[in-house]
């Protein structure tokens, strides 16, 4: 399994402005964020209201689209004390929208609520307290997905944990130090050795699998300690 290096849609802040007031009935000031499979781009309208309009990657099925979608909604309805982009309909009352680029490609569009906060990378201190709140946050969110469920769940994704063994064994010769390989190769086997043989008795399900200090954003509190607001990105969940 290779990671998907399908090259980001072509997508202008001229074709975003359009857009996002063809497709979904807004105007407002465009620009352009960063991203990594997509295209990003935030929207705020005369009244400061803030949205993100998101240019999917082609290589992207439309049941991943959706599965990423249903998981923002899930996660909205079953987490309300913290943030997530919340998916909103286009004009004809659907979650993915269609539009064509300046080179005439039809692209898919997706309009979210946008999330205010600090990304943790850029928050300080990182205190026990944050910590704490964070891992609370992240065990409260693996719960609430007990019981969703969508087809796209076991779409094959090269950060999907179950497959870790075998990619780590596919990619290993890869490693050009042999001491660093060797060094792999001794705790692959031991991970194996307490792994297979009960991994098809561990409980599994849909986890978030993206938690990176990018993607959960904090503000301060009244007391000024840094708390968690949200988190946003859920492309690598699985």
């Known amino acids: ?10 997508f202008s802040v001229e074709d975003a402005n359009r857009a996002a007031d063809i497709v979904f009935g807004i105007k407002g ?3 352009e964020l960063a991203g990594e499979r997509d295209r990003n781009f ?10 993100v309009l998101k240019v999917c990657n082609p290589a992207d099925s439309d049941d991943v689209i959706d599965f990423q979608n249903q ?39 997706r309009l979210l609520t946008f999330v205010d906060g600090i990304f943790l990378a850029d928050y300080y201190p990182h205190s026990p307290y944050l910590m704490g709140q ?3 946050f992240l065990g409260k969110v693996t719960r609430s997905f007990s019981d969703f469920t969508h087809p796209a769940m076991e779409r094959k ?27 792999v190769h001794h705790f692959l086997s031991i991970i194996e050795n307490a792994l297979l043989p009960v991994q098809n008795d561990l409980r599994t399900g849909v986890i978030y699998n993206d938690a990176n200090d990018h993607n ?23």
């Not at 399994?1 to 072509?10: S, Y």
């Not at 870790?164 to 390989?181: A, C, P, T, Y």
């Not at 959960?216 to 699985?238: R, W």
């Open 42 to 51: 935030l929207i705020t309208n005369n009244r400061n209201e803030k949205y």
């Open 71 to 109: 998981l923002l909604t899930h996660l909205s309805c079953n987490n309300s004390q913290w943030q997530w982009p919340l998916p909103l309909p286009d004009q004809n009352g659907a979650l993915i929208g269609y539009t064509h680029n300046s080179d005439d490609d039809e692209i898919r569009v």
């Open 1 to 10: 399994m290779k990671i998907d290096r399908h090259p980001r849609p072509t």
């Open 134 to 136: 964070l891992g609370q």
């Open 157 to 183: 994704l090269f950060w999907d944990m179950k497959n870790g063994i075998g990619l780590i064994r596919e990619h290993i010769d890869e490693i050009n130090d042999s001491k660093r390989e060797d060094i």
């Open 29 to 31: 000031e465009v620009l």
């Open 216 to 238: 959960i954003l904090v503000k301060s509190d009244a007391n000024g300690e840094g708390a968690i607001v949200g988190a946003i990105d859920v492309g690598d969940s699985v």
